[in-house]
C-alpha cells in the first residue's frame, strides 16, 4: 500500500479517517495536528516561553520532540522541567533519558526535586499519610501541581504544557462523571487563555495509540518502568472499555471528545468563581485556602 501523501510505502494506516501514511507523512500529520489544536485554544502566543512539563514517560518525550521541531516556525521558545518526586530506584532512570534528550535536541532542562521545595520527598509525605487516608496519587499529584506552577515562575512561563493525549482526556472526563465531580469537568475545558499561568495539552486532539507509533517510528527514548505507587484503579478499565469501542466503531473517540468539549464549556461557565488569593501561601485558588496547603493540613492532621 502506497502514502496518500506521497510515493513510499505507507507503515500507517488512520483507520477513522481512512487515510495511509508513510513514516516521514505520519509524523508530519502528528505535528500539523498539533500545530492546529494549540493555535485552535490559543495555547501559545507570540514570542513565549513554554515550560515543557518531561516525565520521561512517551507521552511527555513525544511532545518535547514535536514542540522542539514546532518552535522555530511558531515563534516560541521551550523550556523542559522534570519534577523528581523522590521516588527510589525509578526517578533516576527517567532523569537520565531526559537528560540526555534535551542535550539531543538543544533543549534548556532544569529539575525540580519535592525536597527542595517542599522539606519532604513523596516517600517522606507517605509515611505521614497514616491509615492511606489519602492516595499515593493524589498526594504527588498536588505537589506536582505546585511543583510546575513554581517551575514557570522561576523560569519567566506564563504557559505549562504537558503530553495528555485524546485517551487520557476522555479518561479523566468519564472518572470524574462518575464520581460526581462537575467541577472538574469544568476545569477540562482546553481554553485556558484567561488564567494568568495556562496549562496546555497540545495533544488533547490526538489518539495514545498515535502518540505510540510517533514515538517508535521517531525512535524516540522513554522509560517504559512504571512507577512502583501506580494504582491507576478504574482507570485503566476506562481506557480497555474505550479501546474496545474504538475497535468496532472507528472514531467514537473523536465524537466523544467533541461532547465532552462541550460539556466542559457548559460546566465551567457554571461553576464560574472569582480567582482569590490562597490566606496561607498567595497562589491563586477559588477558595480561601490552595488545595496544597490543605493537603499538606490534612497530612499534619
Ligand atoms: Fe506520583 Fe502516582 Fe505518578 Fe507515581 S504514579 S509518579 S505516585 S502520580
Ligand atoms: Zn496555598
Not at 18 to 35: P, Q, V, Y
Not at 50 to 57: E, L, M, N, Q, R
Not at 266 to 292: H, L, P, R
Request: glycine residues 6%.
Amino acid at each position: 500500500m502506497k502514502c496518500d501523501r506521497c510515493e513510499n510505502n505507507a507503515v500507517y494506516s488512520r483507520k477513522y479517517s481512512g487515510e495511509s501514511f508513510c513514516s516521514d507523512c505520519f509524523s508530519n500529520s502528528i505535528l500539523r495536528k498539533t500545530a492546529k489544536t494549540i493555535s485552535k485554544y490559543n495555547m501559545i502566543q507570540n514570542g513565549e516561553t513554554v515550560c515543557v512539563a518531561v516525565s520521561g514517560g512517551k507521552d511527555s518525550l513525544a511532545l518535547l520532540d514535536a514542540l522542539s521541531k514546532m518552535a522555530k516556525n511558531h515563534n516560541f521558545r521551550i523550556h523542559a522541567i522534570t519534577i523528581d518526586e523522590g521516588i527510589p530506584g525509578y526517578r533516576e532512570e527517567a532523569l537520565d533519558i531526559v537528560k540526555e534528550f534535551c542535550v539531543k535536541l538543544g533543549v534548556e532542562h532544569t529539575i525540580y526535586p519535592y525536597n527542595e521545595l517542599f522539606g519532604l520527598t513523596l516517600d517522606d509525605s507517605l509515611k505521614q499519610n497514616e491509615n492511606d487516608r489519602l492516595s499515593s496519587c493524589s498526594i504527588c499529584g498536588t505537589f506536582r501541581r505546585r511543583a510546575m506552577d513554581h517551575a514557570a515562575k522561576q523560569i519567566g512561563a506564563s504557559v505549562i504544557a504537558t503530553g495528555h493525549n485524546l485517551d487520557d482526556v476522555l479518561q479523566t472526563f468519564i472518572i470524574n462523571t462518575l464520581s460526581g465531580d462537575t467541577n472538574k469537568i469544568g476545569w477540562m475545558d482546553p481554553d485556558t487563555s484567561e488564567n494568568s499561568l495556562r496549562k496546555i495539552k497540545p495533544f488533547c486532539e490526538i489518539y495514545e495509540s498515535e502518540i505510540v507509533f510517533y514515538a517508535f517510528t521517531n525512535d524516540l527514548p522513554f522509560q517504559t518502568e512504571p512507577c512502583p505507587h501506580t494504582n491507576e484503579g478504574i482507570r485503566t478499565e476506562i481506557r480497555e472499555f474505550l479501546n474496545k469501542l474504538e475497535g468496532s466503531h472507528s472514531g467514537i473517540k473523536n465524537s466523544m471528545y467533541r461532547s465532552v468539549l462541550k460539556i466542559s464549556q457548559i460546566m465551567k461557565d457554571a461553576n464560574y468563581k472569582e480567582k482569590t488569593k490562597c490566606t496561607s501561601c498567595g497562589a491563586e485558588c477559588t477558595g480561601k485556602i490552595c488545595s496544597v496547603c490543605k493537603m499538606i493540613i490534612d497530612l499534619q492532621d
